[in-house]
């Protein structure tokens, strides 16, 4: 065939075309009716088209008649269709208005209590990276919360503490299952730290209040960590650290990934170059061993599953006040973690998430001749579904089922007592976008305890308006419920949940490297447990106690006017009092400091390779009781804490990192309260032993390499 | 004779109808490789990426255009004052859509790994430990692909010279890659003809690392 008359043909074809143009012309207009540029407007199944300028006008040509479809689609807003008859010459379209959807990246968000680290998030508080980077952190997640708006560092207790509140009032969950006894466990004055490495989390949601009702049994906060998705390749980890060491492994492809580390921890050596104030016949030590895996389902779904079994303990002498007899403290600690969840989208705007866990903790404590086991439990399965009806209107609902048992048994005598809780909670949670600046947040969660025999619901809301381009005002309110610690309930399993609620307003400002955030708050406390005698024999165990916290708090955060340095600034005011424990009156607990104020500043040197990192934490002291002065609780305060913590990141390769730090560099003698002795001397006097921290300084020097096939470098080999 | 000049001539449409590269899709192409070409100012990029949506609209089975939607989305985050994050998350939507089609497709995975080379760009110290490994596994993987594809091993000759630039390493890797790919420019080169659509782009970006090496 000749190929000359095949284009002659196709020219006359494109030529009968030309002749035959009509004009479209029209306007797209936002929902205020001004004009709108930058939308596309498309002929339905043809090439033919525009965008609309400046004006929000637009033109083409197409040569399509007849009944035909107008399609305008523009990103963030909802597409619309419009059917036209197309004539000959020029065809005026009516003008069309589109409708901006809401979407995460355009509405506004309910900040009220809430702090997220993510890489994803908007507003940037914390980012995943900054748990390993801030300095007085020491690789602990709990320590970069601490330098977070609405917590206290309590330095011999190294647990999180919100607003007035004491550590057991944070509740800790992993990809939305709760944990058990997350913390290690401890004895003496030796600070704790979360058994989990903050490299398993790809980030974090913190709530210092006001939380939502998919979170329950914690006073005070929600912390939910959230665990990586797939890993990206294979490649080994390798510390090596001045306390100890470990390996982690991780082998990834496209569609799973497995990641399984052993660590072993002993400060002994250490602890035999740097000399300690605690005196310690063993240095705590520990070992552990995890799996974590993860794989993709289908389009959307993924599945993790974790498991991680550890082993350690300590051994110490501890000083009694008014004798120079020495008590020694041994411990033993098992715990063993297993959690798997799969979420995964489905048709019609459904999203479903199903999990199961269970925690292991068992404590071999001996105080002298006494020999205490502690034992336990926690199981915990729980399914929500989300449904999307609209891009305004969004509802949660779930379903949660705990099994607790615990028990203590002191060993020689043979004494034995527990308890086994179930627990069974219902959610729900609505929003609605009334626009994109205006959401309301409701929720309801309900629960019910064997042991304590009650049932009980917790209505939480919440609310967020957009003020202007960059900044937002949040409120929120709610009740929450909490069960007193086990050790109480043991004694008495009558013992019901206390109670708090909260009033909580925000106001958050964000651009592109700042960070503001300012919170006032109030909540109280009610049904709080109190006793007869002291903490480690409480008699007449009841729920009497009451107070309240209220207080300020503000954050700011500017990574931008300093070149490579990023900085953050707190300050948080609480004002609390409350009957609790042994305390008949209300008084101000002792983890709970006025004035809180942390500084952290992170500045890289490039020529260096170096990034350096201080950071800085003060309160102006720790309320104790002091019975030398009166007969009153709570009399007396603490000189102020104050710890200046330096750290010195050198990355010599791209694998390799040596990472320095060393807490409170100033070597500050913080002391945190006093323990008296039960009895007064020959003079009258009760005598007293500080409660000071395990050194002056730690030191910690770390070497992180990385070892991977490198592929791409193989790659280049072959090329 | 009359008949079958007919019957060509429509199975002629029926082809360019059925097939994947008919002449309205070259000449839609064409036209707006043209604009891109001449590009100033964001309105005018923007108008171009929504050219390009609207031939991916028409012609669902290309990857073309959702590829230099995603293009465009990535060089407006370097050259106008937009939300740069925004526009690069928008392309690696775009990307996505563009490796759904054409699944193994070398010039997608070099465009994913220069999308988060953008991406580190704008958060060198939070992102970069994270996605550099990531954006250097893509460029290798899209040298596997295809190893004539002169844009990725210019992106990757990129990343090593910034990262032999951080490390005080000697920049003769980067250099031999930049090398290789002008070598690889050239050859692309001898293939370009009227009727070429397929990615050309990158050769300054090669050349500005080639200049650092002497």
């Known amino acids: ?719 | 004779m009359k008949k079958s000049i007919l019957t060509i001539a429509l199975s002629f449409i029926l082809i360019s109808l059925a097939q994947a590269a008919d002449p309205a899709f070259i000449a839609a192409m064409q036209k707006q490789l043209a604009a891109k070409a001449t590009i100033e100012t964001f309105e005018q990029s923007q108008e171009v990426t929504n050219g390009f949506m609207r031939i991916a609209e028409a012609a669902e089975s290309e990857w073309l255009p959702f590829y230099y939607a995603a293009l465009l989305k990535t060089e407006a985050a370097f050259r106008f004052d937009i939300d740069k994050d925004k526009s690069l998350d928008e392309a690696l939507e775009l990307i996505k859509k563009a490796e759904k089609i054409a699944p193994g497709n070398s010039e997608i995975t070099a465009l994913n790994g220069y999308i988060l080379m953008g991406k580190i760009s704008l958060d060198p110290a939070g992102r970069g430990q994270t996605m550099s490994p990531e954006a250097m596994q893509l460029f290798g993987k899209a040298i596997n692909l295809d190893r004539e594809n002169p844009r990725a091993v210019s992106l990757m000759s990129q990343m090593e010279l910034g990262m032999s630039q951080f490390f005080g390493t000697g920049p003769e890797k980067a250099c031999g890659m930049a090398r290789m790919s002008l070598e690889l420019y050239k050859k692309e080169q001898a293939k370009i003809t009227e009727e070429y659509i397929l990615p050309t782009w990158g050769k300054t970006q090669a050349d500005q690392v080639a200049s650092k090496c002497n």
């Open chain 1, 1 to 719: 065939m000749n190929p000359r008359l095949l284009l002659f043909i196709a020219f006359l074809l494109l030529q009968t075309q030309a002749f035959a143009q009509a004009t479209i012309r029209g306007k797209v207009l936002d929902e205020k009716g001004l004009p709108l540029p930058g939308a596309n407007i498309q002929l339905k199944g043809s090439y033919d088209g525009a965008t609309s300028s400046q004006d929000g006008s637009y033109q083409f040509e197409t040569s399509a008649r007849d009944a035909q479809v107008l399609v305008f689609k523009f990103l963030g807003f909802k597409t619309q269709e419009l059917a036209i008859t197309i004539a000959q010459g020029s065809n005026e379209v009516q003008p069309i208005e589109l409708i901006e959807a809401i979407t995460e990246m355009n509405s506004v968000t309910i900040s009220a209590g809430a702090m997220e680290a993510s890489d994803a998030s908007k507003s940037v508080i914390l980012k995943p990276l900054d748990i390993v980077t801030t300095p007085s952190a020491m690789g602990d997640i709990m320590g970069a919360f601490q330098t977070l708006p609405g917590t206290s560092t309590v330095g011999n207790d190294g647990r999180l503490f919100v607003r007035g509140g004491d550590a057991s009032e944070v509740g800790i969950y992993i990809d939305g299952m709760r944990v058990g006894n997350a913390y290690g466990t401890t004895a003496g004055n030796v600070p704790t730290r979360t058994r989990f490495n903050p490299n398993l989390f790809k980030g974090t949601f913190f709530s210092t209040g006001g939380y939502s009702a998919e979170y329950g049994q914690a006073l005070s906060s929600a912390l939910a960590l959230n665990t990586k998705d797939l890993s990206k390749r294979s490649q080994g980890d390798l510390s090596l650290m001045t306390i100890g060491g470990g390996y982690s492994h991780t082998l990834a492809n496209e569609k799973q990934s497995i990641t399984a580390s052993a660590n072993y921890f002993n400060l002994g050596p250490y602890q035999g170059l740097i000399k300690q104030e605690v005196d310690f016949e063993k240095a705590p030590n520990g070992w552990d061993l995890e799996v974590a895996a993860q794989k993709k389902t289908g389009e959307n779904g993924l599945l993790k599953i974790m498991a991680r079994t550890e082993s350690g303990g300590m051994s110490l002498w501890q000083p009694l006040p008014g004798t120079e007899k020495l008590v020694l403290v041994d411990l033993k600690n098992n715990y063993s973690y297993a959690q798997a969840n799969w979420r995964t989208t489905l048709k019609n705007d459904w999203m479903v998430f199903t999990g199961i866990s269970y925690s292991n903790n068992f404590d071999k404590i001996a105080y002298d001749s006494l020999i205490i086991e502690r034992k336990s439990e926690l199981a915990h399965i729980k399914g929500t579904a989300i449904k999307d009806f609209s891009d305004r209107l969004s509802a949660k609902f779930g379903v949660e089922h705990f099994i607790h048992p615990y028990s203590e048994k002191l060993v020689a005598e043979g004494w034995k007592r527990d308890f086994k809780d179930h627990e069974t909670y219902l959610f729900t949670e609505w929003d609605f976008y009334l626009n994109k600046d205006l959401v309301f947040r409701g929720g309801l969660r309900g629960g019910a305890s064997s042991v304590s025999n009650e049932k009980w619901v917790d209505p939480r809301f919440s609310i967020a308006y957009q003020l202007g381009d960059k900044g937002q005002l949040s409120f929120a309110t709610g009740s929450f419920h909490q069960l007193p610690l086990e050790n109480f309930r043991v004694l008495n399993t009558n013992l019901e949940n206390a109670e708090s609620n909260h009033l909580i307003l925000n106001y958050l400002f964000s651009k592109e490297g700042f960070t503001f955030r300012a919170e006032t708050f109030y909540k109280s406390y009610d049904q709080l447990v109190t006793f007869e005698g002291l903490p480690d024999d409480p008699k007449e165990l009841a729920t009497n106690g009451s107070g309240y916290a209220q207080g300020i708090d503000f954050f700011f955060r500017d990574r931008e006017t300093f070149r490579n340095t990023d900085y953050w600034i707190t300050y948080s005011f609480v004002d609390s009092k409350r009957s609790f424990n042994q305390y008949e009156t209300q008084v101000q607990p002792s983890f709970a400091p006025k004035h809180n104020v942390s500084v952290v500043i992170k500045h890289f040197i490039v020529p260096f390779k170096s990034q350096i990192g201080a950071s800085f934490a003060f309160n102006d002291g720790y309320s104790y009781t002091n019975p030398n002065l009166d007969n009153s609780d709570m009399n007396a305060k603490t000189k102020s804490f104050q710890n200046l913590s330096l750290s010195w990141s050198y990355l010599p390769k791209p694998n390799l990192i040596i990472h320095l730090a060393c807490s409170n560099v100033l070597g500050r003698d913080n002391v945190f309260g006093y323990t008296y002795s039960p009895k007064t001397n020959s003079q009258g006097v009760f005598e007293s032993i500080p409660q000071g921290q395990v050194a002056p300084r730690f030191l910690f020097l770390g070497v992180f390499l990385t070892l991977s096939k490198d592929k791409t470098a193989n790659n280049l080999n072959n090329l």
